[in-house]
DNA sequence: GTTTAGCACTCCTTCTATATGAGTGCTAAC
DNA sequence: GTTAGCACTCATATAGAAGGAGTGCTAAAC
């Protein structure tokens, strides 16, 4: 499934400034428009007088680059992901979100408490202000440890076992128990392990505990043997690498670009797998700020057409996810940067309130 | 958005023998091979002696009832709604699981815990087995009860409040109080709230609740009124429809009847927006047994070219959700029949065992 | 009365030919 | 270095013709 790149067949030389002003004005344009740019057109967009021949010119060089392409030969050019790729790192001129649009996205964040609604809503909001998918990586539990653990009776033989990690995160399930229990034997069992798990590295006193546990042979291992089973299975998955919440697939099924149904098809099950799309996700856990993934560029076929625009996004000055949106490549860049940015800092203000 | 059904334009009579053995024929082929099927076809899988000339008579017949249509003059016919309705009402022989799928979907049932797991898991096969979607109405709790608050003290001025519910579900949150409250008055809050609200209705009670703590005044207030607060979002969400778990939309994907991208998008943000689809599944929660709804018999405009064979599941001899499969209107009704009817069986025994 | 062969007819599909037009690359002149 | 001119390419659109599947109708056969 992951390929790597290959690179333009020609010197991705010096490009002579006339060239990059051209080659900015067309992916401008072909962002905007969706169709290829011939060179009348270019020169009537230009500034300065400049024929339509002499363009051709610059064009011609900007395809040896591998820059730009013909999607046939009497079609206009459209940017290569190269061409993106030159475009996006040094000739795209970011458009700010007005002040008016920040606080709109302020206020939406406002309104939830809870930190999984938190993303959904996050989600949601990349995905209806982009008109594409919005992506967010649930936070990554950084060191793995079991901060409280509870148990509470309730009826018959059944005991609800409450984890709180690190994170504030809170797991709880219904074990049905072979006798009842009773409350000071369940608060005793709770010392015990709170005093065993809080705060330290659950998979390094783990097998201690377990090994404890069977030496003494208390009969209230049951509830202790639930409670790490719980802790192993909720870490074993986080290290699995992770999970996330996605929103507005939808968007991209009324895209042009996106038309063949089976490429979309193939998408939106890469999506359900989640494996692919974590990996990407990942690549950019530790870059900082914005990094842009465009085309064949992420490596996974299925986002062949598709671009990505991804951002870390910290709780406690620590990054612990990763958000972003999908889309296809041709997308407004200059808008969905400063968009994805301000949203990493506003999720992660939005989630330090939470803790 | 809800629409109602238009009828036959021609008398729904008396159809006769040979008249149904041939629509029974025509849609078995029809939903085999999805090209229209023509006189000659159908002479040829038909038994007896006759003569496409003959066959011909049938078919006019057959489309002057409404049964069956055709696309254009020189093609075959292909059922309508009500060919399909007919065949499935009284000319349709389900094809019932065999012994080893019924223990292999068994199994698979077996092998999880979880309630909220076990309707994923579900959902899941259901999608698989039928190369369609699942969906599955997660149960609704009966009647709005609490059967247990517990308060558990985290760090610093933070509270997590549990609430056990009628059906073993359970909810936490983590609350910030304005202040830290000792173990002793937690339990005592706790205890306030059991008594006040376990096994009773939670809506005819809550109020006098609330008026009885405005009078005490009393500064455990907080915690209660987040607890009661928690009951209240929780049961009111229930109340405005409950929710679903949905897989395998991507396989819609797949059909060729399902090519046009722009109606497909529109399935799936009804998919998302939920409503539409809970209320055609509300519409199923009393009947008893299997329910189909053929194309725009559901009266939902984007569900116009699919079916949907629903079946009402029960756990504890009680109805408490309803599960089907959504998928194009030519469909497997004889295999998805007995699928979605076992299913349902499969799925309220998994609930049961987890109770 | 039912069945069937025959036949004209419809209309989808495919293929071919042709025109149109947008845009190019190249050359030669400015 | 720039540009006008021109031949060339190729996607798109349109029209016509051939082919074929399937129908409806009529009249004859059973």
């Known amino acids: 499934m992951k390929r790597t790149g290959e690179m333009s067949k020609s010197s991705p030389s010096a490009v002579s400034g006339r060239a990059q002003q051209l080659l900015k004005l067309l992916v401008e344009r072909y962002i905007r428009e969706g169709q290829p740019i011939g060179s009348r057109t270019l020169a009537r967009g230009l500034g300065m007088d400049l024929s339509p021949a002499s363009i051709r010119n610059v064009m011609a060089d900007l395809e040896d680059m591998g820059l730009i392409k013909a999607p046939h030969t009497s ?6 992901v190269q061409g993106y790729r030159l475009f996006v ?24 408490a809870d930190p999984q609604q938190v993303l959904v809503t996050a989600s949601s909001l990349l995905s209806e202000v982009s008109s594409m998918a919005g992506v967010i990586m649930v936070p990554r539990r950084e060191q793995a440890t079991v901060r409280q653990v509870e148990f509470v009776s309730l009826s018959d033989n059944r005991v609800l076992v409450v984890l709180v990690l690190s994170g ?11 006798r009842r229990y009773s409350p000071s034997e369940l608060t005793q069992a709770a010392n015990y392990l709170n005093h065993a798990l809080s705060g330290k590295d659950f998979n390094k006193v783990r097998d201690a505990l377990l090994n404890e546990m ?15 089973e719980m802790a192993n ?43 692919d799309i974590l990996h990407l ?8 700020g914005v990094q842009i993934f465009i085309g064949e560029e992420s490596g996974y076929e299925v986002l062949d057409s598709c671009s990505v625009v991804t951002s870390p996004y910290e709780v406690e000055g620590e990054v612990v996810g990763v958000l972003g949106v999908i889309g296809p490549t041709r997308m407004a860049y200059d808008r969905l940067i400063p968009l994805v940015d301000v949203t990493a800092r506003l999720l992660g203000a939005a989630l330090n309130q939470t803790q």
């Open 168 to 178: 504030h995160e809170v797991q709880n399930r219904v074990i049905h128990t072979s």
């Open 281 to 288: 996700l990942d690549q950019s856990l530790h870059a900082q």
């Open 214 to 228: 069977r030496e003494t042979q208390e009969n209230i291992n049951q509830l202790m043997m639930a409670a790490i």
């Open 233 to 275: 299975r909720t870490f074993q998955g986080a290290e699995e690498g992770g999970d996330y919440v996605l929103a507005g697939q939808t968007n991209l099924m009324a895209y042009a670009e996106m038309a063949d149904i089976e490429r979309l098809r193939l998408l939106f099950e890469a999506f359900n797998r989640k494996r």
């Open 89 to 112: 790192d040094s000739l795209l001129t970011v458009k700010p979100l007005e002040q008016c649009e920040v606080h709109a996205l302020r206020d939406k964040f406002g309104q939830t």
């Open 75 to 80: 079609a206009g050019r459209i940017p290569t």
